[in-house]
């Protein structure tokens, strides 16, 4: 049984940061006026977070700031350091980043602070929680999508802090891994503004479109998670931090859920497992404090399912406002006080004095000399009564020893202001070991030494394909550099034999070939990589996770080998360099506008310029919430409300879908910009396309190219969409 845990609660403002500490939090995790994954909370301005910082330290409670968004290179070069500085001076306890950058970036001008890795970071497995840590990462948040012996495994194999999210609102995507609501509407939840189209109906249709429901549905809209029975068992396989979601909730709502949580996790650490059971009372104010068509437990015991999504009854629902009132009385209007001790002396001679004690903090006041009384001496009632009146301060006595000797006199204001200076100076020392100077300028970024890492000469074309049947049009063309095979393009069955082959074929052609990992590296995928690893005969590896890259680096692979995905986000020089430093390169990313990639340094980067982008990886399967699961491939549609078909994909070889936008990228038409930018090579992804299809779309750009990109080229063929080239996102 665990000694100590720790409850973290949110907070969208500073009274709500308050009512949670006064509701039971250990710590509190909250977003200041740039840089949280919840741009649309009310979030705190700079004094707002300096007084939570103080707030939380005088409870003997933890602030966390969430920094967990990506950065822009302004951002992160003109904004960043200025903007945490006062924070960590104040002594903030810890920031919970997304961006690899601002990993390396705090980690260089902030060294005391510590760093967690978000759940945006879409750790599932040891192997990505090692490579973070060596990065100096103190704590991981773990995808929400493991099960109890994976999260056990992360915390047996490496030793960092786990934080699990154990009630609340659930993403239906891997979080980190979702363009839905960027790519359609330019909310992005990389920038904390998700338009949460998840929540919207959809017709479900086969791969020729026909509708497999009559009406619109919800299948990409999770229940609320709530693990409150579940507790024991999650702190048994090594959760430390049990993290309520949140920041966008009422004051009401976050103390409320914080209380219960707390109850029964004093119960657990007091009487332990077999003791623990949820009241049926605790369970209904949970409910009614808030829930999405009812509850799930989320991914502890069941890898998906039906029964975690709301399907037909997407809304949010709330119980009687009893509760609410409850709550407002206990934790917003009437907080607890932190119980001090405190010593009185009025003698003759001397000033007086106020001693105060909270622990280990000791401080001593003094005020105004005490006169003869003329009339009405000053009694102990009195004094007590004054000293006692603490206010707004954090304070309350618990102990108050008196001593005033007889016939003496000093005004009442002097009592007041004795009482103001003492608890202002014990509030003073109890925060004094928390203040730190300030942080380190750092070393500004410097692409000078990776020079040698770029790909020299002409911009390279490379092609990705998701089909094995695409690949073979590929080798006559002249112009394509490489080819990406994606594990979704290939069976695990002889997949080294037919790798080799395939290899070969490519060298045959004057070709490199890498391949493609899945997008989502599970401790049963590095099973299976783990016994064939040394077998893989390509020229390199994509990953598109942490996990695979450290599956990769621990198996011998040089990072020269390595090519970062677009998923594996780089939008600042400063995230670049600091993959590069390990010798990886990268692919540009899917959400900057060409200007703001004209700031990046794009040499040695690859830039995809066609394909349908994936919006959304996740462990649920479409196929199978509709009751059709084959246990095979298989290309699905979901059509919205404005009638676009979005065609889903299973991974039924690592069992996820990826759904992807309803039209291509395709960039030709603005093509004769693209070598301005600096970037090493262009790729095409080719996934739903038929093999006459994709060669087609091939040639226009080799066409292109061959012209030594001309201004004026012609799309040919369906619909497209520039991504975020033109628009980018807020």
């Known amino acids: 049984m665990k000694t100590k845990l720790e409850l973290l609660s949110p907070a969208g403002n500073l009274t709500t940061f308050q009512a949670v500490i006064q509701a039971g939090a250990d710590a509190v995790y909250f977003g200041g006026s740039s840089f949280g994954a919840r741009a649309y909370a009310e979030n705190f301005s700079k004094e707002e977070v300096l007084l939570a910082i103080d707030f939380a330290h005088i409870h003997g409670k933890k602030a966390y700031m969430t920094v967990n968004t990506l950065l822009k290179e302004e951002e992160m070069e003109e904004r960043l350091y200025d903007y945490l500085l006062p924070f960590y001076e104040q002594g903030l306890d810890g920031v919970i980043v997304q961006d690899f950058g601002v990993l390396s970036f705090v980690r260089c001008h902030f060294p005391k602070l510590s760093v967690h890795a978000s759940t945006q970071m879409t750790v599932t497995g040891a192997l990505g929680a090692r490579f973070l840590a060596a990065q100096g990462v103190s704590r991981v948040v773990t995808a929400r999508e493991l099960s109890l012996s994976e999260i056990e495994e992360i915390h047996s194999k490496t030793g960092v802090e786990i934080e699990c999210f154990v009630h609340g609102a659930l993403c239906y995507c891997y979080s980190g891994q979702c363009l839905f609501s960027s790519l359609i509407g330019g909310r992005s939840g990389n920038r904390g503004r998700c338009a949460q189209p998840c929540r919207l109906p959809y017709t479900c249709l086969d791969k020729n479109r026909k509708s497999i429901n009559k009406n619109p549905v919800y299948p990409l809209s999770p229940k609320d998670l709530c693990t409150i029975d579940r507790l024991p068992d999650m702190a048994e396989h090594g959760v430390f931090s049990f993290k309520i979601e949140g920041r966008m909730k009422q004051a009401e709502y976050a103390a409320g859920v914080t209380s219960i949580y707390r109850k029964y996790m004093d119960l657990y650490l007091k009487y332990g497992k077999d003791s623990y059971q949820v009241s049926p009372l605790d369970q209904k104010i949970l409910f009614d404090l808030g829930n999405r068509s009812g509850f799930t437990e989320g991914y502890l015991n069941q890898w998906n399912g039906a029964d975690m999504l709301t399907i037909n009854m997407p809304s949010h629902a709330k119980g009687k406002d009893g509760i609410q009132r409850e709550i407002r009385e206990n934790y917003i209007e009437n907080g607890k006080k932190e119980k001090i001790q405190g010593s009185f002396v009025m003698g003759e001679n001397a000033p007086i004095s106020l001693t105060v004690r909270s622990g280990n903090a000791v401080v001593k006041a003094e005020g105004a000399f005490p006169q003869k009384a003329e009339k009405q001496p000053l009694r102990e009632e009195n004094i007590r009564r004054k000293l006692e009146k603490t206010g707004d301060t954090p304070f309350a006595f618990v102990f108050l020893d008196i001593k005033a000797a007889e016939g003496l006199f000093v005004p009442i204001s002097a009592i007041n202001e004795l009482r103001r200076q003492a608890l202002s100076k014990l509030e003073e020392e109890l925060l004094k070991p928390f203040k730190r100077q300030g942080g380190n300028?750092?070393?500004?970024?410097?692409?000078?030494?990776?020079?040698?890492?770029?790909?020299?000469?002409?911009?390279?074309?490379?092609?990705?394909?998701?089909?094995?049947?695409?690949?073979?049009?590929?080798?006559?063309?002249y112009e394509v550099h490489r080819i990406y095979i994606d594990s979704m393009a290939l069976k695990r069955d002889n997949l080294a034999e037919e790798l080799k082959d395939l290899y070969q074929k490519a060298k045959d052609a004057g070709k490199e070939l890498y391949y493609g990992f899945p997008a989502i590296?599970?401790?049963?995928?590095?099973?299976?990589?783990?016994?064939?690893?040394?077998?893989?005969?390509?020229?390199?590896?994509?990953?598109?996770?942490?996990?695979?890259?450290?599956?990769?680096?621990?198996?011998?692979?040089?990072?020269?080998?390595?090519?970062?995905?677009?998923?594996?986000?780089?939008?600042s020089n400063r995230t670049r360099e600091s993959f590069l430093k390990l010798g990886l390169r990268d692919t540009v990313p899917l959400e900057l506008n060409r200007k703001e990639l004209r700031a990046r340094e794009n040499q040695g980067s690859e830039m995809i310029v066609y394909g349908y982008l994936p919006m959304m990886t996740s462990v649920q399967c479409v196929e199978k919430t509709m009751g059709r699961c084959k246990k095979e491939p298989s290309l699905y549609y979901l059509k919205d409300r404005k009638g676009a078909y979005f065609p889903v994909k299973n991974n039924c070889g690592e069992c996820y879908n990826v759904i992807y936008n309803s039209k291509p990228l395709n960039l030709l038409s603005v093509a004769g910009e693209l070598p301005g930018l600096g970037v090493t090579g262009f790729r095409l992804n080719f996934t739903i396309e038929e093999p006459g299809e994709a060669e087609e779309i091939l040639s226009q750009w080799c066409s292109f190219i061959g012209s030594g990109?001309?201004?004026?080229?012609?799309?040919k063929g369906a619909d497209f969409t520039y991504g975020h080239y033109k628009r980018g996102v807020e």
């Open 521 to 571: 590296f599970r401790r049963h995928t590095a099973e299976f990589y783990r016994e064939i690893i040394t077998d893989l005969k390509v020229d390199g590896f994509l990953v598109k996770s942490y996990d695979a890259l450290q599956f990769l680096l621990e198996s011998g692979i040089p990072g020269e080998e390595i090519c970062l995905d677009a998923n594996m986000y780089t939008w």
């Open 709 to 715: 990109f001309g201004e004026n080229a012609v799309l």
């Open 441 to 477: 300028k750092g070393i500004p970024v410097d692409f000078s030494g990776y020079a040698h890492r770029a790909f020299q000469g002409n911009i390279h074309l490379s092609v990705s394909v998701e089909k094995k049947e695409q690949f073979y049009p590929f080798l006559k063309k």
